[in-house]
């Protein structure tokens, strides 16, 4: 397992325009988080999964963006409709989920958005 | 609500000692971490703490948790240029859930 993936690494988009990025968690990890960065910022909660259940959202996550992980594997993140406030680094993260004895999240590398 | 800070900026030279500190607002945290993140990487787990624990060791990292103060802090002995790089302090209230962090402090080490 090499941790977790996302992809595209960059992406950059035109105004108004869908984009999606998908993330491809630990395999054995239940739980699957989106967080948001912003230049010189510390990462911004937006959802979490446990398993294909989407048990928190932030109200940071405007109706514009849906997130899903249908199997309970890998998750997309979609944002309709982007606008220039958009971007930002979108960083996904997993874990075996409460009781384990790792408490702490593996990260990807995360998926830059630009929207021009 | 949760509010996490951190100072900006920190600047040592090698082989010194790095302390990089962080206070928070929320009382019920419980679980306290310490990420790094290098340039245009994600956010790599470096140590965390339990509210029941002040301190714990970690080869070069010491984490010093202050519940009554609601302060914590990473010291990095024998800092490396390879510690260059941002670091963030992070809580939540159980394992497994969401993570509040802060805004990160950028570590640089002279040589």
């Known amino acids: 397992d090499t941790g977790v993936s996302q992809n595209p690494r960059h992406k950059i988009t035109k105004r108004g325009q869908n984009v999606t990025f998908r993330c491809d968690p630990i395999s054995e990890h239940n739980r699957l988080y989106w967080y948001r960065q912003t230049l010189g910022q510390g990462p911004e909660f937006l959802t979490y999964?446990?398993?294909?259940?989407?048990?928190?959202k932030s109200r940071l996550l405007s109706d514009r963006f849906s997130a899903e992980r249908p199997k309970g594997s890998f998750s997309t993140l979609e944002i309709q409709r982007t606008e220039q406030g958009d971007s930002a680094m979108y960083l996904c993260?997993?874990?075996?989920?409460?009781?384990?004895?790792?408490?702490?999240?593996?990260f990807g590398s995360g998926t830059r958005l630009t929207v021009v | 609500g949760e509010d996490v800070e951190q100072s900006l900026f920190l600047s040592v030279r090698e082989g010194d000692s790095s302390v990089i500190n962080c206070t928070y607002t929320?009382?019920?945290?419980?679980?306290l971490y310490w990420y790094k993140q290098e340039p245009g990487a994600g956010l790599q787990l470096l140590t965390y703490i339990f509210s029941n624990m002040d301190m714990k060791q970690d080869q070069r990292l010491t984490v010093l948790l202050n519940k009554k103060d609601k302060h914590l802090s990473l010291r990095i002995a024998d800092t490396q240029t390879g510690d260059s790089a941002i670091y963030f302090c992070a809580e939540s209230k159980t394992a497994g859930n969401m993570l509040t962090f802060g805004g990160g402090t950028r570590l640089m080490v002279k040589p």
């Open positions: 999964f446990q398993n294909e259940a989407q048990l928190e």
């Open positions: 993260a997993s874990s075996p989920g409460t009781g384990s004895a790792n408490y702490g999240y593996t």
């Open positions: 929320d009382s019920s945290s419980t679980y």
